[in-house]
């Protein structure tokens, strides 16, 4: 589905800090299944997980969706690309503080317009199949973590995206949680979307779910299982 042909990353080009996030990466990643990045800190994980998701160019090589090239399209349908195909979950979740988990679910949809209340229903469902309707009107700072995951999980499949990417998914969580993550995850998976995430996590690298590992180190592939 997404192939990555000699990628290549750098930073502050041309000055005396210049660096190289990714050096000549190729890759294939397959539809409707989980891949994870993996690597220490500096791998370039998250630059290439920016990248694919179209949130960052390249500074060489080419990106191809479904056989189409993507890396060069200008700014705006390189948005539109990205907000029609991918749905993400980041990091520290980037929620709204005071705003529901409602008005944050549904906020990515926005600028695609459409019906206001079959929004609101859309919303209202996914918060009630991750077992969130209940708290569905509670600021998202009165939230826990993991019903804030939740509602960032949500948010990433608000516009029915084809992919999911999630960067460092259960790095703020405990082990209770992470396996509640990744029970949502199989869910997606079996959904039919194609999923892709970093994680430093034993426990979600080495889960069943997970179909392909790839390893990164110092912006280089160091091997794909």
Known sequence: MIKLSNIRKAYNQGHENEYWALDGIDLNIKEKQVTALCGPSGSGKT???????????????RVQLKKRDISGLPERFLTEERRSTFGFVFQQFNLIKGLSARDNVMLPAYPV?????????????LLDSLK???????????LSGGEQQRVAIARAMIND???VIADEPTANLDTALSREFLTILEGLKEQGKTILLTSHDPLVVDSEVVDKVVNLRDGRLVKAD
Request: aromatic share 4%; net charge positive; hydrophobic share 35%.
């Open 161 to 163: 995206p084809q992919v």
């Open 47 to 61: 630059t290439l997980l920016s990248i694919i998701g179209c949130l960052a160019r390249p500074t060489s090589g």
């Open 113 to 125: 317009g459409g019906d206001w209340k079959k929004l609101h229903e859309r919303a209202d469902g």
């Open 132 to 142: 969130l309707g209940h708290r569905r009107d509670a600021r998202v700072e009165w």
